[in-house]
Each structure stands twice: as structure tokens, then as C-alpha cells.
């Protein structure tokens, strides 16, 4: 058994905070983590459709609709899969709004967000699929930053280790398993996470430059090597969670994510074995210079070129036949 002699050896601590008052308002770190992957991914895919030719800052326009869809649904995913700790007995059910309090769902926040893209590429014409390439290291690496609110939340760690980097865990914690000794390390399942998916980004960035994958193939790709992480590292949480068939629900997800992956990263490449012919879809096109906005007058101003002398003086001899 894990004792308390193991936390002696190395260990990584946990932070004594997770959140700081500024004047009336408490500022929740888990939010800043959440808010900053946000940012990040916003700015990065920003970046790479602007590379492709899309209009610059056309992806505010996406995550409008986008990014409040994700979270909504992240939250409500986390609830159904944890029914019975909002709605069990002696739960405090309005406890599942408290979203400050951790609890958001990768795969709700994917399936939202992806409905919201969707609309948004409508609205824009943006090629959802291209938007979904540009969005795949920018989205791996939120989530990397986004982990760390797990680690300031103390939540989410998993199985009892004596490993030198095992986590150190404020006892008592309500998320303490009943039985282990004050002192137990755990896995640092976050921590895990942060280095899968780094290193998902530069695995990413690197073949879709080597190989251009277009068509959602990168996006695929993105969500084979998410899931298949996440399958490990959500075998080896000790959270309560609903269990179907032997498996957490969040690991059937995972295998449900690799699936997918696959399929859309082959089915895409015998769709469209070519490249993507714009960013935008047919007759949706934008090209820069291609309108003149005056933010300085709400004056037009003619800038034609003044008519010719011929061509003033065929206006002036047809002028008779008007009358």
C-alpha cells in the first residue's frame, strides 16, 4: 500500500490556491486556464486561415457562435455523465450550474463547438473543413493550457503511485478516495495530458506541413491522437463517473473519438484527393482589396476618372436625339 513515507522521496505539489478575490470579484484560475486556451486557439487559427487566404479575423465571427455553444455544452455533458453526484442523494442540484467549480467535458465542448463552427462557416462562407484543419493545433494546444486548471482545481488525478512525480493532494479534499491514508501520492493525470497533447501540436503542425492535408484530414488526425491519449489517461482517474459496460463513459467516448478520427481522415482523402481550391466555398470568395471601406466620411466620393474630350463630345452631339 502507499504510504505516507512515499511522499518523502519527490513528489509534485499541488498549488494552495485556486482562486484569488479582486476587490468584490473572485477570480477562479480554472477560468483564466480555460480563457487562455481560448485566446490562444482564436489567435493561432486566426493566423492559419489567414495563411490559406481567408479574411483576417473572419475565425471572431466563427467563435461567436462557436466557442458559447462549446462550453454550454461541455457543462451539460459533464452532468449527464455525472448524474449522480448533482442529482444523487444529498446533492446539491444547483451545484451543476456551478461551472467555476470544474467540470467541462472535452467531448460536449467538441460536439457543441463543432455544430457552432458549422453555422458560423455558414454565415461566413468559410469551408467548414478548412476551418476545422486551421482549428486542430490551436484547439490541441487549449487544451493542453486548459489541464492546468485541473491541477489547481486538485481534481481529476488518478490512481495512487509512488513514482517520484507523484501528485501531492491537500488532505482532506472532497475528491479523496475513502480509505487512503493522508500523505498518498497520485498519478498526475493533468500533467500527463499537458505532454501528450504538446506533443500532439508539434506532431500536428509538422504533418499537415509535410503532407498538406486539407479536407478535415488534419482535424482527423487531431482527433485519433486526443482520443487515443485520453483512453489511457482516463483509465487510470479515480473521479466518480458513470461506468457502462466496464468502461467510464468518458473512455468509450475516446474509443468513439479515435473512430471517428479514422473515418473522416480516410473517407475525406477519397472524397477529395486534390487540394482544397479556396478556403471559401463557391461563390462565397473574398479577396483582399476587392471593396473600399471609408471609416473616416459618410460622403461618397467619386474616384472615376473624369470623362474624355471624345467622349464628352459624343455625349454632347446624341444629346438632341434625347429630347
Partial sequence: ?????????????????????????????????????????????????????????????????????????ARIYHVLTHWNFYFGEGANPWSALFIWEGGIAIYGALIGGAVGAWLGCRWTGIRFWTFADALAPGLLLAQAIGRFGNWFNQELFGLPTDLPWGLEIDYPNPAWPIGLPEGTLFHPTFLYEVLWNTLGVLFLVWVGRRFTLQWGRLFGLYLVWYSAGRIVWESIRIDPSDIFLGLRTNVWAA?????????????????????????????????????????????????????????????????????
Fill in 255 to 323: 474509443i468513439l473519438g479515435v473512430v471517428i478520427g479514422l473515418v473522416i481522415f480516410f473517407l475525406q482523402k477519397r472524397r477529395h484527393p486534390g487540394l482544397e481550391p479556396s478556403p471559401y466555398v463557391s461563390g462565397r470568395e473574398w479577396k483582399a482589396g476587392q471593396a473600399v471601406q471609408s471609416s473616416e466620411t459618410d460622403d461618397f466620393v467619386d474616384v472615376s476618372e473624369p470623362p474624355t474630350s471624345e467622349a464628352e463630345g459624343v455625349s454632347a452631339t446624341s444629346t438632341p436625339a434625347n429630347k
Fill in 1 to 73: 500500500m502507499i504510504n505516507a513515507a512515499a511522499s518523502v522521496v519527490a513528489s509534485i505539489p499541488s498549488p494552495s490556491i485556486s482562486y484569488f478575490d479582486i476587490g468584490p470579484l473572485r477570480i477562479h484560475i480554472y477560468a483564466l486556464c480555460i480563457i487562455t486556451g481560448i485566446i490562444v486557439a482564436v489567435l493561432w487559427t486566426n493566423a492559419r486561415l489567414t495563411k490559406r487566404g481567408a479574411e483576417p479575423w473572419v475565425v471572431i465571427d466563427i467563435a461567436l457562435l462557436a466557442v458559447p455553444l462549446a462550453i454550454i455544452t
